[in-house]
């Protein structure tokens, strides 16, 4: 006689994301792993009076959905009550986020900051309403009409720019003689006055005034992430970029503190999700000279003690250039009104910057770290898939995994280069669907068309890996298998690059068992088959039949992590 299983899910669509991506019809759990898969009659056997038997109905149970790229650490600090919501549709306006800002304030003791997250150019009638030759932007002025005695921080959406009132400049110490760190800037206006809008590196200068987050903070925002990546069906996450980098980034939620906490509720046994680590040892621009010292930094006691199937330190994220949006990222091609941005990097020209970069992944990937870079700009791209080239070519390794982080506009060539050895990109097809739009100004519309080319990345030979980036946008992966298959803005609903669309089974693939090959660790999760842990999503329908424009409208029903229920709708 067989040995029980402890769960069975039976009578429905089970995804197992095997090779061949094979539909069964039920699935049997033992001691947190998957023991089999296949018929409703070939899994009865294995039901015993302990059995915990779900009848699925019908609905969709896939594998556990691997969120590759998530800060979820600053997605729970940049959520309220601890932050203002001044994200679309919450606010569609600046009137709105003025109206916003002054009640949150209300709220708080007297001296502490008001901080905020999620505004987007793309989305405040005020903006959208100008024109190119008198474009609108959001200015300090907006927020001083509410709120000038205390200091206010609102975050754009994308985390590259920030918004501030008058006190929050002073109180960082900025004004019109402020020179702006490497890879940042400090906008002024047309008298040389700041506006309030910092972009890029120049956001440390405020970041490192915002008294820092404490331990409770820290481990409620972390329990509230993990607790909403529950519901979303997410039960392994990538945290990437955690370490003295991240000091001043997102309220210090990526500063070396945060990684304790991961420690401790995993060692406690609390932690109830999968988590990878990049660390962070570089905040942007500074100098590669300083690396092996921030890489020879103690990790928290006891971190190698740890199951690394619950936390893992994988390797080091590298920022190389900004974003498409802010203009930021390093273009070949000059943006719309001028400009190609830069490397984020220390020196003050292309090729000191361009030297730095090769300098910081030659001994990241002579250590033997894996290496994730944020990298958008195709110019970028190309000098950092160069980059990969010179470190193995120095130091031969095998399967090291380097990937690009965004990757919006990488090159024919660079994905060849990619996909020969084995390195992944890591695309964001969420934030394609919620700036589309936006992007036909900023580059034009045949570039905005082909930014994050996955249909050519997956042509190419890469095992490309989808992500939310949140909280960047909401770790919603139903709405970023949706944006892969569609390509269409949330705005208007129109096509953008239809050409790099792609199927359900290469979409589903990109958030399960690409990611886990990300993370090193296709052997023992990411799909549905025997031996693998028991991390499993379940859908309120058969996402096998549902339109794409309907997938983001499924319900997640159930989430399974090792085998137990951590969430029931």
């Known amino acids: 006689m067989p040995d029980r299983a402890d769960l069975v899910l039976t009578n429905g669509r089970v995804l197992t ?8 019809e039920a699935l049997a759990v033992r001691a947190g792993r998957i023991v089999a898969v296949g018929s409703a009659v070939e899994i009865r056997p294995l039901i015993g009076p302990g059995t915990e038997v779900i009848d699925l109905a019908g609905r969709t149970a896939l594998p556990g959905i691997n969120d590759s790229h998530l800060h979820a650490c600053a997605f729970g600090a940049t959520r309220p009550p601890l932050a203002v919501d001044v994200s679309y549709p919450a606010v569609d306006s600046i009137a709105d986020i003025a109206v916003a800002v002054a009640r949150h304030a209300e709220a708080l003791p007297p001296d502490a900051w008001v901080i905020g997250n999620g505004w987007d150019i793309g989305y405040l009638a005020e903006c959208r309403a100008s024109s190119a030759f008198d474009p609108r932007s959001p200015h300090r002025r907006d927020l001083d009409a509410v709120v000038a005695d205390r200091p206010v921080l609102l975050y754009e959406f994308s985390g590259h720019t920030a918004w501030l009132n008058t006190r929050a400049l002073q109180v960082a110490g900025i004004d019109r003689n402020t020179i702006a760190p490497p890879g940042g800037i400090i906008e002024v206006d047309a008298a040389g006055e700041p506006t309030g809008l910092l972009r890029e590196g120049a956001q440390n200068l405020v970041n490192a ?205 660079s994905l060849r280069t990619l996909a020969e050895h084995g390195w992944g990109v890591n695309m964001n097809p969420a934030i394609k669907w919620t700036i589309a739009d936006l ?32 909280p960047i946008t909401h770790p919603d992966w139903r709405r970023g298998v949706s944006a892969m298959m569609l390509r269409e803005s949330k705005a208007t609903g129109r096509a953008s690059g239809p050409e790099q669309c792609v199927d359900l089974a290469t979409a589903v693939r990109a958030y399960t068992i690409n990611a886990a ?39 997640v029903a159930l989430t399974i992590f090792d085998g137990r229920i951590v969430y029931a709708a």
């Open 209 to 413: 005034a915002v008294p820092p987050m404490t331990r409770a903070e820290r481990e409620r925002a972390v329990r509230a992430a993990v607790a909403i990546c529950h519901a979303e069906g997410i039960t392994s996450f990538t945290e990437p970029g955690l370490g003295p980098g991240g000091g001043s980034l997102f309220l210090g939620a990526a500063g070396p503190e945060t990684l304790s906490v991961y420690a401790d509720l995993a060692r406690t046994g609390e932690l109830d999700a999968r988590v990878s680590v990049l660390l962070l040892p570089l905040a942007m621009g500074e100098a590669a000279d300083i690396l092996p010292e921030r890489l020879a930094e103690p990790l928290p006691d006891g971190i190698a003690d740890l199951d690394p199937r619950l936390l893992r330190i994988l390797g080091v994220k590298v920022f190389a250039d900004g974003i498409p949006p802010s203009r930021t990222a390093w273009m070949r091609e000059e943006y719309v009104g001028g400009g190609n941005g830069c490397l984020c990097m220390h020196g003050d020209s292309d090729t000191l910057r361009v030297d730095e970069l090769r300098a910081i992944v030659g001994h990241a990937h002579a250590a033997g770290h894996q290496i994730g870079v944020h990298v958008t700009g195709d110019r970028a791209i190309d000098a950092l898939v160069e980059a990969f080239e010179e470190a193995a070519r120095a130091h031969p390794r095998r399967d090291e995994r380097h990937y690009v982080i965004h990757g919006d506009f990488c090159t024919p060539r």
């Open 17 to 24: 994301v095997d090779a061949e991506f094979t539909v069964a």
């Open 439 to 470: 992007m036909d100004d900023v580059v034009g519309p045949e570039r905005s068309a082909y930014q994050w080319p996955v249909r050519s990345a997956v042509d190419a030979g890469i095992a490309v890996t989808a992500s939310s980036d949140a």
């Open 517 to 555: 090959r990300q993370d090193f660790a296709e052997d023992w999760k990411g799909s549905l088959e025997p031996g693998k842990v028991a991390d499993i999503c379940v859908l309120d329908g058969d996402l096998t039949i549902t339109g794409p424009r309907e997938i983001a409208d499924l319900p």
